[in-house]
């Protein structure tokens, strides 16, 4: 039992070498095999195929990032039914914007190799449409706190293409950070200033200032 699963991580981490060189398209089982000192079918006996091989280095970074995401998301939507962010209490949202934002730059720098492979070598994949996925999910959470902002403040509904594009900006914000900020103390602090960017935009939509920051 011990020696299968010394087997898997080898061929993992002879897998994490080769896709990150050439991406998961020109990849080869059979040099992932050889690196890792084992024949090909001995890989088909832990993975599938060469799509699965690349899901296995990717999934648990990305589940991580999801549970993160529709935490926060969960926890952000019960503030706004219960009119609390509507109340002068902007300070604790971006705190609480800030406090899941350090929670994904630790997933992406913990697992940045698994997200550099996602958002750089996934092509063909099955995974490639990852990032359109969790733009999606932006989108709906934030259309709906739009919807909602709108019907409590009234003035004029946000268009979809304006939430589209706040959602994708959410996204490039951190996928700037893992591709381009070699430390995760630097996106730390690069975080600091998004985030202050990102929450005031959005409540400047709705003509609300947080409190000292005018």
Same mark, same amino acid.
């Given at each position: 039992?011990?020696?299968?699963?010394?087997? @898997?991580?080898?061929?993992?981490?002879? +897998?994490?070498?080769?896709?990150?060189?050439?991406?998961?398209?020109?990849?080869?089982?059979?040099? &992932?095999?050889?690196? =890792? /000192?084992?024949?090909?079918?001995?890989?088909? $006996? $832990?993975?599938?195929?060469?799509? *699965?091989?690349? @899901?296995?280095?990717?999934?648990?970074?990305?589940?991580?990032?999801?549970?993160?995401?529709?935490?926060?998301?969960?926890?952000?939507?019960?503030?706004?039914?219960?009119?609390?962010?509507?109340?002068?209490?902007?300070?604790?949202?971006?705190? =609480?914007?800030?406090?899941?934002?350090?929670?994904?730059?630790?997933? #992406?720098?913990?697992?940045? *190799?698994?997200?550099?492979? #996602? #958002?750089?070598?996934?092509?063909?994949?099955?995974?490639?449409? =990852?990032?359109?996925?969790?733009?999606?999910?932006?989108?709906?959470?934030?259309?709906? #706190?739009?919807?909602?902002?709108?019907?409590?403040?009234? /003035?004029?509904?946000?268009?979809?293409? !304006?939430?589209?594009?706040?959602?994708? =900006?959410?996204?490039?914000? $951190?996928?700037?950070?893992?591709?381009? &900020?070699?430390?995760?103390?630097?996106? !730390?602090?690069?975080?600091?200033? +998004? !985030?202050?960017?990102? !929450?005031?935009?959005?409540?400047?939509?709705?003509?609300?200032?947080? +409190?000292?920051?005018?």
């Amino acid at each position: 039992m011990k020696d299968e699963k010394e087997t @898997g991580k080898k061929l993992q981490k002879s +897998a994490m070498e080769e896709f990150l060189e050439k991406g998961f398209m020109k990849a080869s089982l059979r040099t &992932i095999c050889k690196n =890792a /000192g084992v024949t090909t079918g001995a890989l088909y $006996f $832990f993975f599938e195929d060469k799509d *699965d091989l690349f @899901g296995s280095l990717v999934k648990e970074p990305l589940t991580r990032v999801y549970q993160v995401m529709e935490q926060h998301f969960k926890d952000e939507k019960q503030a706004m039914e219960s009119g609390r962010l509507l109340n002068g209490e902007i300070q604790e949202d971006d705190d =609480a914007d800030f406090q899941a934002t350090l929670e994904i730059v630790h997933e #992406l720098y913990r697992y940045r *190799d698994e997200f550099r492979l #996602l #958002l750089e070598k996934s092509q063909g994949s099955s995974v490639e449409g =990852a990032v359109d996925e969790i733009v999606r999910i932006c989108e709906e959470h934030y259309k709906l #706190l739009a919807e909602a902002m709108q019907k409590q403040l009234g /003035g004029e509904q946000i268009e979809h293409n !304006v939430i589209h594009w706040i959602a994708h =900006a959410q996204i490039d914000v $951190f996928i700037y950070a893992v591709t381009h &900020i070699d430390t995760e103390e630097e996106a !730390v602090r690069y975080m600091e200033h +998004a !985030v202050k960017y990102m !929450v005031c935009g959005w409540y400047g939509m709705f003509g609300i200032m947080p +409190a000292g920051w005018e």
